[in-house]
């Protein structure tokens, strides 16, 4: 399988992001996809190619203008103020509050967050783009035919909104590699995000369309966050009503019940019947994960994959979450693994 990878993802490295109540050493970090990259490597997983620059047309497809444009001058702005550490919010426009865009970097910044988990640094925008270019250079590949891709993005993208940033996420690179592929010719996408936490912006995005079908196993919202999307009632709106499916799980789930869930989504996205399949792929599922609550092991991400690939869609597979950090390059190559174990027959 081929994998796009750019080391750009080093010049985004935050120092701090609030959890817990607490400034904590971001768990969101370069070495997380640079486990993954030296785990493809020593597998032999396929060919590494670095991305083509697509520009912003694709990634305004998805994204307010506003924001993006945000996102592109936010550390010339908080610069010029003579600040040199990471830049952080700390007021967000909530409830009552006016929904209006202060002129102040701080107001900017509480107005497209959504939490405190999306620190900017100097390189960030470098970072936040080339991976962004990563997801599009992935799905170039599957117009040429290719049967699955790894797009290794970081910065993740899931949490991102059209307009907002959270949860490390700042660009929604699924979002913007699915649409992408409608925008050359698919008629339908399916989106399956396997990531511990529920993808948000992913939904927020595509929530009243019926051209792209999106599935979430996640932990339940009642408990974990983002906390204000991912329940199972929530199924779409307007022509999107019942193409929206969430499967939130209680905290300790192991294999056997988190499989459940893959089986009913993946029965959905058969039923979809997609031109491609783009896997929002978090493994902060596994067991032993600083952040999450799920149980599952490294050799359940084989028999995951196995099941991605027996739907026999051409697949695009996002990098998202998984912060134990020594585990990661198992557990998302494993995936991959045993997707093409199928795919090979």
């Not at 409830?95 to 960030?124: M, N, W």
């Not at 590949?141 to 993740?156: D, H, N, Y």
């Not at 929530?234 to 089986?263: C, M, R, T």
Request: with cysteine.
């Amino acid at each position: 399988m081929l994998t796009i990878y750019s080391d750009d993802h080093h010049l985004h490295h935050g120092k701090y992001e609030l959890i817990d109540g607490q400034l904590t050493p971001c768990f969101e970090k370069p070495s997380r996809a640079d486990m993954v990259l030296a785990r493809a490597q020593a597998v032999q997983l396929g060919e590494v190619a670095t991305p083509r620059e697509f520009g912003l047309e694709p990634v305004l497809r998805v994204h307010d203008e506003g924001f993006v444009h945000f996102l592109r001058n936010a550390w010339s702005e908080w610069s010029a103020l003579g600040r040199s550490h990471d830049m952080l919010p700390f007021t967000w426009p909530n409830r009552r509050l006016r929904q209006t865009i202060p002129d102040c970097i701080d107001g900017k910044l509480g107005y497209y967050s959504f939490d405190a988990g999306v620190p900017i640094t100097a390189g960030s925008w470098k970072a936040i783009s080339a991976s962004a270019n990563v997801a599009l250079t992935g799905q170039a590949e599957l117009v040429k035919g290719a049967r699955g891709v790894f797009a290794l993005c970081r910065p993740p993208g899931h949490h991102a909104a059209a307009d907002y940033m959270g949860g490390y996420c700042y660009l929604n690179n699924a979002a913007i590699a699915a649409q992408a592929c409608l925008d050359q010719g698919a008629a339908r996408v399916a989106i399956l995000d396997v990531d511990y936490h529920h993808g948000n912006g992913t939904q927020d995005i595509f929530y009243d369309r019926a051209d792209v079908l999106f599935t979430s196993i996640h932990g339940d919202p009642r408990f974990e966050y983002p906390f204000f999307l991912g329940y199972a009632d929530e199924k779409g709106v307007g022509v999107g009503q019942g193409f929206n499916f969430n499967y939130p799980l209680a905290a300790g789930s192991d294999w056997a019940v988190w499989s459940l869930a893959l089986a009913a989504a993946c029965r959905q996205i058969a039923a979809y019947a997609p031109d491609v399949l783009v896997v929002s792929l978090g493994v902060d599922t596994f067991k032993e994960d600083p952040i999450s609550q799920f149980k599952l092991d490294s050799p359940d991400y084989l028999r995951m994959g196995e099941i991605i690939g027996r739907l026999g869609v051409q697949t695009l597979f996002v990098m998202e979450g998984g912060y134990a950090v020594e585990e990661i390059g198992i557990n998302a190559i494993n995936v991959l693994q045993g997707f093409d174990s199928v795919t090979a027959v």
